[in-house]
């Protein structure tokens, strides 16, 4: 069993800061990418930022230069630093990863139940 346990979320003012972070839990073998994706109210899910093996990252255009992802490979865990949040950055976040367990033989995608960010104008 494999978990994805996400935290940060909250209510922040335009212009502020956030820090979530998405630590995974189980018997994991090993971890491809991780990543975090959001959805606004009546939009459709969206990825944010991901961050593969060999240190390679990618972001959504419209939070290029805000947003920074970093994963903590010993602790599995990723974190999304958002900075000079704008109200069109509200929705649930959701983290991601690709793994692989210890019983598995085929890479796999979780994810978390997702946590609510909220920028107020």
């Known amino acids: 069993q494999v978990q994805l346990v996400e935290s940060g979320g909250g209510l922040v003012s335009a212009g502020g800061s956030l820090r979530l972070s998405c630590a995974a839990a189980?018997?994991?073998?090993?971890?491809?990418?991780m990543g975090w994706y959001r959805q606004a109210p009546g939009k459709q899910r969206e990825s944010v930022a991901t961050?593969?093996?060999?240190?390679?990252?990618k972001y959504a255009d419209s939070v290029k230069g805000r947003f920074t992802i970093s994963r903590d490979n010993a602790k599995n865990t990723v974190y999304l630093q958002m900075n000079s949040l704008k109200p069109e950055d509200t929705g649930v976040y959701y983290c991601?990863?690709?793994?692989?367990?210890?019983?598995?033989?085929?890479?796999?995608?979780?994810w978390g139940q997702g946590t609510q960010v909220t920028v107020s104008s």
């Open positions: 991601t990863a690709q793994l692989i367990t210890e019983w598995s033989q085929a890479w796999d995608d979780y």
């Open positions: 189980g018997t994991i073998a090993s971890i491809k990418s």
């Open positions: 961050h593969s093996l060999g240190y390679i990252t």
